[in-house]
């Protein structure tokens, strides 16, 4: 908390829409934000004004593997550091990831393996039951290649669907409807934004509704990138490509 506590003033970041978390029930909310390679976590772990408990890729939370992972899925992409410095710097930051997931109480993900991911399920219905908030990061990252560059440096990539299936599982356990929060870290605007909830029905057929839910939070954040475009279009005299038309 104290390191967080300087770091804002390092990283600061207008935060709006905090009105759409307000009267919220605590370890209903589910904040669902845009990744940004590693910005969207920064922004967001700094500026949610609400408490959370962070999903984390379980590599970065596995002293034998995070820092291969750290390397070819983040160190390799950034062009402004020397090839001969990626891997050196990547072991010196490596021990800090691992201390801040730890001290994060993070939830780690096992994406790659379908089992292992029932755990991850299992540990977050438990945290949610006892009064705690999530914070995940569920944009699409894929790539082809080792250094191509995965998720939108600005806007959002589409989002997996599979972390909506939460809502049922925290249902049948508790008995409370998940509110699922669009969040929007912008790296050019140094905002941090947060959308009306989209709460789960209960009542709604399982798979529909899991796709309503990751639709409608898809369109609410693209939503916010597109107002972010407009007002740094008029800040700049300019007009949008779209009201040229």
């Known amino acids: 908390k104290i390191i967080i506590f300087f770091l804002r003033f390092l990283m600061p ?7 759409h978390l307000q009267g919220l029930e605590e370890g209903t909310v589910i904040l669902v934000c845009n990744h940004g390679e590693v910005y969207g976590p920064v922004a967001a772990t700094l500026h949610v004004p609400i408490p959370f408990r962070p999903w984390g890729i379980s590599e970065m939370m596995d ?31 490596a021990p800090f990831f691992l201390w801040a997931f730890k001290s994060l109480d993070a939830i780690p993900v096992y994406r790659n393996s379908p089992h292992a ?28 290649e080792p250094g191509e560059r995965g998720y939108a440096d600005e806007g959002i990539g589409d989002l997996y669907t ?29 905002t941090l934004s947060f959308g009306e909830g989209i709460r789960y029905d209960p009542a709604a057929p399982v798979n529909e509704e899991k796709l309503r839910i990751v639709n409608a939070l898809q369109t ?6 597109r107002d972010e475009q407009e007002a740094l279009f008029k800040a700049a005299g300019e007009v949008p490509e779209r009201d040229k038309r």
């Open 220 to 225: 609410s954040i693209e939503a916010m990138v």
């Open 63 to 93: 002293k034998d593997v995070i820092v291969d992972y750290l390397y070819r899925n983040t160190s390799v992409r950034q062009d402004w550091c020397p090839d001969f410095l990626k891997m050196p710097l990547t072991k010196m930051f």
């Open 117 to 144: 991911l029932i755990k991850t399920f299992r540990m977050t219905v438990d945290a949610m039951q006892a009064g705690d908030n999530l914070l995940i990061f569920p944009e699409r990252g894929d790539r082809d």
């Open 162 to 190: 599979g972390f909506a299936m939460l809502a049922p599982a925290v249902y049948k356990r508790t008995g409370k409807a998940v509110v699922f929060v669009p969040t929007y870290a912008s790296k050019k605007q140094k």
């Open 13 to 19: 970041h207008k935060v709006l829409g905090k009105e």
